[in-house]
């Protein structure tokens, strides 16, 4: 009884909009909202999992999911998500279990450390999973990571092209140029910026062997021998780069490496250098990272905020020199990849299993609403060693998007008439 109360009341207390049905396995049902859209029906399947729920919210509200115990039979649940963040824009106040809160923040500073080997097995964990799996909602170039959408009626594709040429403008790229990628996913932008920007030699590191053979394979399938690719740690990783890159990969480091990650970016960079960071973080206080997505998606990630990375910044020898915050555009990715998978989920179950497809589509849907109704963005942070690298004002940017924009074209152009006369011989 206690249980149900307290669920009750959190359900009435966190529901204000749209229109909410939740039943308990013994028959009762709390109605809360205020009726309209979006309308969704949920219950539990066990007295256990109420009990659960209410101990560790954070946690079980994913599990659960997950096992099948707290079943969605109408709407989704990213709408479930929605009707009980929207109002509150994700107060972790509203939940029960504060100390259990006090308590993880307090485990996240002692244990939060990403050494060697168990970074290794970090990112082992979500990336080197069967590669079909990414194929089902990613762009055909794998790009796992926010886009930039320049317009509201943009395909996913052109906003993660819009992307790539946006972080390529940031880091200055002249013909020639060498270029460290820390983190280079499947490789997709090392390549853009040989093929497009005419940096010379680029070097992606990465920790995923899955995406080490795909992005090595790419570069052999586009005869680009400047473009390499290792399995390598960035903190093993020597010689000195005009430009330094890294997308998508900071939300792994862990705070108690981001001396070394910042110490090591200065030692990899040359004196007149620009390095852009590229990355998840919060604009509120330093904080726990969900446990559910610590434990099941991205164990040892960790969501910084611009007073956890400043100060080590500071003391690295590397100048701030830009900061952009990329807000709702992630949000935008993540429906768009949470559509792609959801439309293609039996497949995706042939490959894995049903748990893994619920557990996926927990994680797209956590995820996009964690961008839409808390405080999360993504952080795209300029460096250099010396104040005279980067341009004055930020018209450069635009221009440099421009040019990018013209040598796409022509790049597009010319596989189009290699295209007609491969299918000329062919005839």
């Not at 020199?321 to 709702?328: A, H, I, K, S, Y």
């Not at 104040?387 to 004055?392: A, K, R, S, T």
Request: charged share 30%; proline share 3%; aromatic share 8%.
């Amino acid at each position: 009884m206690i249980v149900e109360r307290i669920l009750g009341r959190l359900v009435e207390a966190l529901v204000v909009e749209g229109h909410l049905e939740f039943e308990l396995p013994g028959g009762r049902r709390f109605v809360a909202g205020d009726g309209g859209a979006p309308r969704v029906r949920a219950r539990l399947t066990d007295r256990a999992a109420g009990r659960e729920l209410v101990l560790d919210p954070e946690l079980k509200f994913g599990e659960l999911f997950m096992d099948g115990r707290l079943v969605v039979e109408e709407g989704t649940v990213y709408d479930l998500l929605a009707l009980l963040l929207q109002a509150h824009r994700g107060d972790r106040g509203k939940l029960p279990g504060r100390a259990l809160t006090r308590i993880r923040r307090l485990l996240r500073r002692l244990t939060a450390r990403n050494p060697l080997e168990r970074s290794r097995r970090n990112v082992a964990h979500h990336y080197d999973i069967d590669g079909r799996v990414y194929d089902l909602f990613l762009d055909a170039d794998r790009q796992y990571s926010c886009a930039y959408y320049e317009r509201p009626d943009a395909t996913l594709e052109e906003a993660q092209l819009a992307k790539k040429r946006h972080v390529t403008a940031k880091l200055l790229v002249e013909p020639g140029h060498s270029v460290l990628d820390i983190g280079c996913g499947w490789g997709g932008l090392a390549l853009y910026l040989a093929e497009i920007a005419g940096a010379g030699a680029v070097r992606g590191v990465t920790l995923s062997e899955e995406q080490l053979a795909v992005a090595r394979g790419r570069a052999a399938d586009a005869g680009l021998d400047r473009v390499t690719f290792a399995l390598e740690d960035y903190r093993r990783t020597e010689g000195r780069y005009d430009r330094i890159v890294s997308v998508g990969m900071f939300e792994h480091v862990g705070p108690a490496h981001y001396e070394e990650y910042f110490a090591a970016a200065a030692r990899l960079l040359a004196d007149d250098g620009v390095m852009l960071l590229h990355t998840i973080g919060r604009t509120g206080e330093p904080d726990f990272t969900n446990p559910w997505m610590t434990r099941y998606i991205f164990p040892g990630g960790h969501l910084p905020t611009l007073s956890e990375m400043l100060p080590v910044i500071e003391r690295s020898g590397l100048a701030v020199t830009d900061v952009e915050v990329l807000r709702l555009h992630y949000a935008e990715t993540l429906r768009e990849w949470r559509n792609r998978f959801m439309a293609r989920r039996e497949e995706a179950k042939a490959l894995m299993d049903e748990r893994f497809c619920r557990m996926w589509e927990c994680y797209l849907a956590m995820s996009e609403a964690a961008f839409r109704f808390e405080d999360v963005v993504v952080f795209q942070i300029q460096l250099a060693k010396r104040n005279d690298v980067v341009p004055l004002t930020r018209d450069h940017v635009g221009e440099r998007e421009a040019r990018l924009r013209a040598a796409e074209a022509a790049r597009q152009a010319a596989n189009d008439r290699s295209a007609s006369r491969r299918g000329l011989a062919a005839e």
